[in-house]
């Protein structure tokens, strides 16, 4: 028979084993859900910037269009554009660049090409158009927008044909 001493002390130190045992898994419990509860958070506060990026995005995108559209309307009268402050601007572009998609980052910057290329062309178009009023030249290189003009304004079929035939034909005097 083992001696009584023995057996109470085997006895303590396998309950001190086991009421570790038992703290040490509620802690480590404890901790994974703790890093749980923290990943949440952070995926919480990544989709709340989210949807505080695409909604100021597509608000902007949509006025832009307004703005775009408000240029040359094809039926008057046209509801005067909303403006877009350089403030809005900015923070749209904060936005993307920091919280959305590399790709949507590069079709905002497409699509601001595509805006400032109207205004770009309506420009040249309105410079033409004035001095076409006053009964001055209307050849775009006089105004230094004959890119502009080239990149956005379609001639008819026969037009180009017609051009393209000015420009190869000798010039008088020209040897």
């Not at 307004?66 to 809005?88: G, L, N, S």
């Not at 030249?137 to 379609?154: A, I, L, M």
Request: charged letters at 30%.
């Amino acid at each position: 028979m083992p001696d009584p001493t023995t057996v109470a002390l085997v006895s303590v130190i396998s309950s001190g084993a086991v009421g570790t045992a038992g703290v040490l898994v509620a802690g480590l419990g404890g901790w994974r859900q703790r890093v749980h509860d923290r990943t949440m958070k952070q995926e919480d506060r990544r989709q709340e910037r989210l949807e505080e990026t695409y909604l100021a995005l597509v608000s902007f995108v949509e006025r832009r269009i307004r703005q775009v559209d408000a240029i040359r309307p094809i039926v008057e009268p046209h509801p005067k554009p909303p403006e877009i402050t350089a403030e809005e601007i900015q923070r749209v572009y904060s936005l993307v660049k920091l919280h959305a998609s590399t790709e949507v980052s590069k079709l905002l910057d497409e699509f601001n090409d595509v805006g400032t290329n109207v205004h770009t062309a309506d420009f040249a178009m309105r410079m033409l158009e004035d001095a076409r009023k006053l009964g001055r030249s209307v050849e775009p290189k006089t105004y230094g927008v004959e890119d502009e003009v080239n990149q956005h304004v379609r001639l008819p079929r026969r037009s180009r044909r017609a051009a393209r035939h000015r420009e190869a034909a000798p010039r008088p005097g020209a040897h």
